[in-house]
């Protein structure tokens, strides 16, 4: 029933702040137990975890991008936002929004993800 749609630009050029939205329908991002996740996933490598945000408007992000990634939220319009600064060719991947239950260890809903390049 959830449906989960990345919106990004496909092009970024480096040292640039990045946006990528997560728009959700068929449920509301409030709804608890729910939380949304941003995973990315480079070319030719394993997904990676990057940030999430609760249904209560609790955020964490991976460590790793602690200094660099934030994720907000608005409720009115049923969307979850994610922000990187400084990008470097690294961030180059497919970025995806999946969705999951508090109490579960895997997503229920995923998007389709989206293709972002870091590029000059």
């Known amino acids: 029933q959830v449906q989960l749609q990345e919106s990004a630009p496909g092009l970024v050029a480096p040292s640039q702040s990045l946006s990528i939205t997560c728009i959700v329908s068929g449920g509301s991002i409030t709804t608890a137990s729910y939380y949304y996740s941003w995973i990315r996933q480079p070319a030719g490598k394993g997904l990676e975890y990057m940030a999430a945000?609760?249904?209560?408007?609790?955020?964490g992000v991976n460590p790793s991008l602690k200094n660099r990634a934030s994720v907000s939220r608005d409720t009115s319009k049923n969307q979850v936002t994610l922000r990187l600064t400084s990008v470097t060719p690294d961030d180059t991947a497919v970025y995806y929004c999946?969705?999951?239950?508090?109490?579960?260890?895997?997503?229920?809903?995923w998007g389709q993800g989206t293709q972002v390049t870091v590029s000059s």
């Open positions: 999946a969705r999951g239950w508090i109490g579960r260890d895997e997503y229920d809903s």
């Open positions: 945000m609760q249904y209560d408007g609790y955020s």
